[in-house]
């Protein structure tokens, strides 16, 4: 792990109306760390993710990437950003009318990443290492949920991001292939020394990928820390959160 910051979030705000979802909010993402972003439904953790590769733009504050300020950057000037800060789709979002092969590879053809061939090694790359291998010319309708998770990561890490943002990367999974996709997104960090940052509710999967937690509370992170020191935080919010998610130490 890096203990510089990667992405850092200075004084974030953000309302929908009358609705405050982000208030003030910090936070620096380390380089080489997966952070886990935690709190209540409803606390904003899809929101803020949004921000950090600028789907979403906030109202005050900012989000630096490598120190540069990204919020301040015009569409077009985002592009490369995104290329280095890649976000798989929670429900995999893979086009139906293309194989898996040409579903990995989309994103390569559009920006014109190297050439034919090495496009093609690739995917085959990309399969194996997401255990897809031999998939290349099957469709998505063909595919398990778990397998499309699987494709649509392989899809998302081929330009080479250097940040993974992983929202609610389980859900809809049985705890199996639940636990199966937390694997790969620990191997995937230490393979290619990614940073990574997942929101999620899967609590056991939260313990297993996380080397630190932050706890987002009333718009702002009220807490961040190792699994251990969260569970051993004597502030209420966070206790009450953190005993009755049942998270064990490790």
């Given at each position: 792990?890096?203990?510089?910051?990667?992405?850092?979030?200075?004084?974030?705000?953000?309302?929908?109306?009358?609705?405050?979802?982000?208030?003030?909010?910090?936070?620096?993402v380390l380089g080489g760390e997966t952070l886990?972003?935690?709190?209540?439904?409803?606390?904003?953790?899809?929101?803020?993710?949004?921000?950090?590769?600028?789907?979403?733009?906030?109202?005050?504050?900012?989000?630096?990437?490598?120190?540069?300020?990204?919020?301040?950057?015009?569409?077009?000037?985002?592009?490369?950003?995104?290329?280095?800060?890649?976000?798989?789709?929670?429900?995999?979002?893979?086009?139906?009318?293309?194989?898996?092969?040409?579903?990995?590879?989309?994103?390569?053809?559009?920006?014109?990443?190297g050439t034919v061939a090495e496009r093609r090694?690739?995917?085959?790359?990309?399969?194996?290492?997401?255990?897809?291998?031999?998939?290349?010319?099957?469709?998505?309708?063909?595919?398990?949920?778990?397998?499309?998770?699987?494709?649509?990561?392989?899809r998302s890490l081929a330009v080479k991001p250097?940040?993974?943002?992983?929202?609610?990367?389980?859900?809809?999974?049985?705890?199996?292939?639940?636990?199966?996709?937390?694997?790969?997104?620990?191997?995937?960090?230490?393979?290619?020394?990614?940073?990574?940052?997942?929101?999620?509710?899967?609590?056991?999967?939260?313990?297993?990928?996380?080397?630190?937690?932050?706890?987002?509370?009333?718009?702002?992170?009220?807490?961040?820390?190792?699994?251990?020191?969260?569970?051993?935080?004597?502030?209420?919010?966070?206790?009450?959160?953190?005993?009755?998610?049942?998270?064990?130490?490790?």
């Open positions: 792990m890096n203990e510089a910051a990667k992405i850092s979030c200075r004084g974030l705000r953000k309302s929908f109306g009358s609705l405050t979802v982000l208030d003030g909010l910090d936070l620096d886990v972003i935690l709190g209540r439904s409803g606390s904003g953790k899809s929101v803020l993710i949004k921000h950090l590769n600028v789907l979403l733009r906030p109202d005050a504050g900012s989000v630096m990437f490598e120190g540069r300020d990204v919020t301040a950057l015009r569409e077009h000037q985002l592009v490369d950003v995104r290329l280095k800060v890649a976000m798989p789709f929670q429900a995999g979002a893979l086009f139906d009318s293309l194989t898996i092969e040409e579903n990995i590879a989309f994103p390569m053809n559009q920006h014109k990443v090694d690739r995917v085959t790359e990309l399969l194996e290492t997401v255990g897809l291998a031999g998939t290349h010319k099957r469709m998505p309708s063909e595919l398990s949920g778990g397998m499309r998770k699987r494709a649509a990561l392989a250097e940040v993974m943002l992983y929202d609610e990367p389980t859900t809809g999974l049985d705890p199996v292939t639940g636990h199966q996709i937390n694997e790969l997104i620990r191997s995937l960090q230490e393979q290619f020394g990614l940073t990574s940052i997942v929101v999620t509710h899967d609590l056991a999967g939260a313990t297993f990928v996380a080397d630190r937690m932050a706890f987002l509370y009333h718009g702002v992170i009220r807490k961040i820390g190792s699994v251990s020191e969260m569970c051993a935080e004597s502030d209420p919010a966070v206790h009450e959160f953190f005993s009755l998610g049942n998270f064990r130490q490790p």
